[in-house]
Every structure is written in C-alpha cells, then in structure tokens.
C-alpha cells in the first residue's frame, strides 16, 4: 500500500506572542510514522530560548493575573474560534506527526475547545470559602489567587487534548503557562503558537518551545520562575522534575504512568465488555494512559472470551487514517522506539511461558519505513513478565485467567501504578468491594467515561493533583485566608 503524506513545511517557536527561530538555527524533522518520510520541520530551542520563554511568561503573569476573569474568557473564547476554524488543518497534522486516525483526532480538538469555554465558566462559579469563627468575634474567608507561571511537560501521545487539559485551567485562573510538547509530536502544538500569534494573543500568556529535556526542560524546572510544573508523561520523568525542581517551592500536578486492570467477571455483559477491551488497547494504536493494561477474565468465561477478542483483533483495520480512510481504526506506532519496544515485551513473555496467539508481527502491506505492528494478543500472562509490570503503552493486549474475587483484586493491586481501573460485573457486592478497595484514581464499573468535567488523576507513581475537571484549578491557584476583626 502506497501512503501519501503532506508537507507542512518549517514552524517556529511561539514566545512573548512572536514565532521566533531558535538562536542556534536547529531545527527537528518531523517524520510521518507511516512511512518515515520528513512532514515538517519545527524549530528547536534550546537554553536561550528556555530562558527567554520564562521571563516573557513572568512579565505576561503581571499583565494576564490582574486582568478580570471576563477579560480572560473573551481571550480564551476568542482562541477557541480560531482552533474550530483550523481544525481540519490541526487534525491532519496529528495524523500525520504520531499516526492517530483522522476520527481520533477529534479527541484531541473536542478536548482543547471545551476546556478553553468550560474552565473560564467553572472559574466564575469557584466561591470564596468561608470559614465559621467560634468565638463570634471574627470574620474569615479564604480567597483564591494565580499561584503564578505554570511550566507544563506534556507527552506526545494526544498532542492538543494534553495542551487542553493544561491551557484551560492554567489560563482560567489567571496563570500563565509555558508549553514543552515532545519531540515527536510537537507539529500541532507548533501550529496552536501560530494561531495565537495571528489573534494576537497577549504577549507572554501562552509560550510553546520544545527541544531537548536536558537543556530546554532543566533550565525551566531549575528556575525559581515557575510556581506550578504540571505534565503528563512517565513516572520516571515525574521523578527527575521534582527532583531537580528543588531551586524553589513549586506546587506539582502530574498526570503519570499507568497499569489499568481489566476485571471481566463470569457475569459481565461478555458483548460489551469485549467492546471496550478492543476500543481501550487498539483506540490510538494502544498508546494511552488509561488503557487495558492487563486484561483479567474469569476462569469460567477465559476461553469463552480470548476466542471472541482474537476474532475482534483480526477485525482491527490497520492504516494510514486520513480523511479519506474513514474504516482505519489503528494507525502505526508513533516511534520506532516504541514500536521495538513491543516486540521486547512480546518475547518476554514467551519466554516466561505465556503465548502468542494473534499478531506480533509487521503488515506486509504497508510501508517499510514506517512503525508498523499487528493488534497483538498474547494469553496466559503472569505477574513475573513485563506485559504485567509495565505500562505497555501500545497494541499489545495480555490477557490473563483468575479463579476468585480475592485473586482478582490482589492481581489488580501488585502494581506500582494507580491511574484507572475497570470491572465488568453485575454483582453489587463485588462491585461496591471493588470499589472500595481497588487502589486506583478512577474506578470504572460495567462501561467508560472521559470528559472534561470528570476528575482524572491517579495513586501512587500515577501522579499527583487532577486533570479536567474542577479540581484542576487547585493545581493553579494558591489560597488566602482574610481575617476581619467584627
């Protein structure tokens, strides 16, 4: 099969509201994982421009935290039009940067438009907390204040929705934020700098630069600049920010690594639980957060199921996803890196005793050059292979038996991980043990739900604070408390 890609030519760095080139004159080719052709080129910045980016986001926090909540939303709203009106534009390209499929990248514009309407909203309704004074001799209110500049690291798996759940709240509250994409995707987020500057978005309130982490990265989290360092990206990234973040009090909001269970009990909706495993380890070739990591069924249904969710995994269309390929479900992996790094897990396994009954392999009817793997099924997975330790993070679905409700919840539990979790049964009590003891962020019983307004945030090395929702603001604001004698 022949893949046709767009050019989108050379895009800049966006600080102090201009697209500037990088001093150093580097730049970063931006290969298509379909093919491995060169889709672009993005400026790469370096300390210079690290440095630059900081002081213009400081000198933006004075101007941007003193302008009313209003006069903010009418920025914001403004933003919004101008990404709706280039979204096919900025769709095409994450096509074309990382390999999602032209439908997927819906996720990431519905995820930018709604949080830039829906924060500036929220934080209008956010109340002052009053507090009682016992003694009647005082009056005390807690007031909430911009924290300050906000740098965020973010992951290259959703390119806009991860800026969208940064950029809304941030700005909402009356931060000003830094934007670090990652090198493999940062086309898109280039693309956001230049409609910023085309609706002359207030200098200094929004900056994007990427480039190398031990240069760009380590001199943005050294400085005392920033009040808040927010990401999304590995727990091992999480790690090396806070500790080299020590130069100053920052607060943190990390949206981290993640090991999902995927609990189908003999008295699951068999149908619609093998709809959601499909959807939750193909969808976006398998690299999200939140994806069925390890796939528990009960030993009762094990067979039942693994042959009905190896027919679906042959039903998978692989692809190149365009616009004009509306069938494709799973595109290529976005790096090679990545996609190798299934074939590591895959040979584990089997190594260990497990066994490979579907995929594995690269499509013959595809490009060469591009990161290209079938949708995978391994079975009879353990707790000593790395498909169960590790974040897969691609399209590999390891699947395991369990005999009883106590196995099931100790299997689910032996992880350093606590994002999201999934249980598919129709017994209350269970359901409501589950809940209770599952050590997981977000528990998700007999079905699935994302959305701007939902907390998502996870335990242990899965991060810290909250994406979307309400409790988002927390990450940007500090709190005040005014005392006034009576």
């Not at 102090?16 to 400026?43: F, H, M, W």
């Not at 200098?203 to 600049?225: D, E, L, Q, W």
Request: proline share 4%; with cysteine; glycine share 8%.
């Amino acid at each position: 099969m022949k893949i046709t890609t767009k050019n989108f030519g050379y895009k800049k760095l966006y600080i102090d509201g201009n697209l500037v080139d990088a001093k150093s004159g580097e730049r970063y080719n931006i290969t298509c994982p379909a093919n491995g052709e060169v889709i672009a080129q993005v400026a790469k910045g370096s300390e210079h421009e690290a440095e630059i980016a900081l002081k213009s986001a400081k000198r933006g926090f004075e101007m941007w935290s003193k302008l009313s909540l209003s006069e903010r939303t009418s920025w914001m709203l403004k933003l919004r039009m101008a990404v709706l009106e280039k979204e096919e534009l900025l769709r095409t390209a994450m096509v074309h940067e990382m390999g999602k499929t032209y439908a997927g990248a819906y996720e990431d514009i519905e995820a930018l438009v709604n949080s830039l309407e829906w924060y500036p909203a929220t934080m209008k309704n956010y109340r002052e907390e009053q507090i009682p004074d016992y003694e009647n001799t005082h009056i005390h209110k807690m007031i909430a204040k911009p924290a300050g500049v906000a740098v965020a690291y973010l992951t290259w798996n959703f390119p806009l929705l991860n800026i969208g759940f940064k950029i809304g709240p941030a700005l909402a509250s009356g931060c000003t934020l830094i934007i670090r994409p990652s090198e493999i995707s940062p086309l898109s987020a280039y693309m956001l700098g230049e409609i910023l500057h085309d609706i002359n978005f207030p200098p200094g309130v929004v900056n994007i630069i990427a480039g190398p982490s031990s240069k760009v990265a380590k001199v943005m989290t050294a400085s005392k600049i920033p009040a808040v360092l927010t990401m999304i990206g590995s727990t091992t990234t999480g790690l090396k920010i806070i500790e080299e973040s020590t130069t100053s009090i920052k607060k943190f909001g990390m949206e981290l690594g993640g090991n999902a269970p995927f609990i189908v009990f003999e008295d699951a909706d068999m149908e619609q639980s093998l709809d959601l495993a499909i959807a939750l380890k193909y969808g976006n070739t398998g690299q999200i957060c939140v994806a069925a990591n390890r796939i528990m069924v009960h030993k009762n249904v094990y067979n039942k199921f693994v042959e009905a969710y190896v027919k679906r995994a042959n039903e998978v269309v692989l692809g190149f996803g365009t616009k004009e390929n509306p069938e494709v479900f799973m595109g290529p992996m976005a790096s090679r890196k990545g996609r190798d790094r299934m074939f590591n897990l895959i040979q584990d396994a089997v190594d260990k005793g497990a066994s490979l009954v579907y995929g594995g392999g690269i499509p013959d009817n595809l490009p060469k050059g591009g990161h290209w793997i079938q949708p995978t099924v391994v079975t009879g997975v353990t707790q000593d292979m790395l498909l169960f330790r590790e974040e897969i993070f691609g399209p590999v679905a390891g699947i395991m038996s369990f005999d009883s409700d106590d196995e099931a919840l100790a299997l689910a539990n032996d992880t350093e991980f606590g994002l999201a979790s999934y249980i598919f049964s129709n017994n209350h009590k269970r359901i409501e043990r589950f809940t209770n003891e599952l050590e997981f962020g977000e528990v998700h019983i007999n079905g699935v739900k994302y959305a701007i307004y939902l907390p998502h945030g996870g335990f242990k090395n899965s991060g810290l604070g909250h994406d979307c929702s309400h409790l988002a603001l927390e990450d940007y604001l500090v709190k005040k408390r005014v005392t006034t004698a009576i």
